[in-house]
């Protein structure tokens, strides 16, 4: 089975400096992994996708994850945090069930603080 | 853009009684499913659902869950006798719309909050 770590269950950044948000996955194949982001009280939104097609991947509100396979890793970051970019932040690896059919498997959740 | 929409928001239940999550996916999307989240705890896969069936469950969803597409935009999620431990935040997720073998994200509601007494 896949699965994927997060290697911190709480980061702290101060406004304005970069942020690095750890991933390591596990996996047999050539995995598809992806970033999902929680704010409070809201429902898991994406913010990025691997998919085979580049090993950098840009996301939404200038997010991007590198996929390194010699390391197994797919960490998030961010050049410049921002006040909004506090929330829980989600690693997943997806199996593949059928055609387009896929189930989801979560990563513990990093908690990212801003600090101003 | 179109969303994943949860109703009831919250819910509050007794102990034993049965209670059924709502959810309207994206209206043009094929594949279904349903995950939840205990306090503190990780996302955990409970059913994914398509062409009117279901293509894998979890261990979790046991004989007292059942999911429905009743009427062509609903697809809900049913637990017969519900327990303290079934308290949680249950995620609707919906995928596609192509039938194709490669990876289209999932797209999540803002979740049900289900509170057992």
């Known amino acids: 089975a896949q699965s994927v770590t997060q290697l911190d269950s709480h980061v702290s950044v101060s406004e304005g400096t970069p942020v690095l948000l750890r991933c390591n996955y596990s996996?047999?194949?050539?995995?598809?992994l992806f970033w999902y982001v929680q704010h409070p009280n809201k429902g898991l939104q994406l913010l990025l996708k691997y998919t085979s097609a580049a090993t950098l991947v840009k996301g939404i509100n200038g997010f991007e994850a590198e996929f390194k396979k010699s390391e197994t890793s797919f960490h998030l970051t961010k050049p410049s945090a921002h006040m909004s970019d506090a929330a829980e932040y989600f690693c997943v690896v997806s199996d593949q069930i059928g055609f387009g059919n896929e189930k989801l498997t979560f990563g513990t959740g990093t908690r990212l603080t801003i600090i101003p | 853009e179109p969303e994943v929409t949860q109703t009831p928001s919250h819910q509050v239940t007794q102990m034993g009684q049965e209670v059924i999550l709502r959810c309207v996916p994206i209206?043009?999307?094929?594949?279904f499913y349903w995950y939840r989240q205990i306090l503190g705890q990780k996302v955990e896969f409970l059913v994914s659902?398509?062409?009117?069936?279901?293509?894998?469950k979890s261990e979790i969803f046991d004989d007292q869950f059942s999911v429905e597409r009743p009427d062509g935009s609903n697809f809900t999620l049913k637990i017969r006798s519900t327990k303290l431990e079934d308290s949680a935040m249950y995620f609707c997720?919906?995928?596609?719309?192509?039938?194709?073998?490669?990876?289209?994200?999932?797209?999540f509601g803002d979740g049900t909050r289900l509170s057992i007494l």
């Open positions: 996996s047999s194949y050539s995995p598809s």
């Open positions: 997720a919906s995928s596609g719309p192509e039938k194709k073998y490669s990876n289209q994200p999932q797209h």
């Open positions: 209206s043009n999307h094929l594949y």
């Open positions: 659902f398509y062409n009117n069936e279901i293509s894998e």
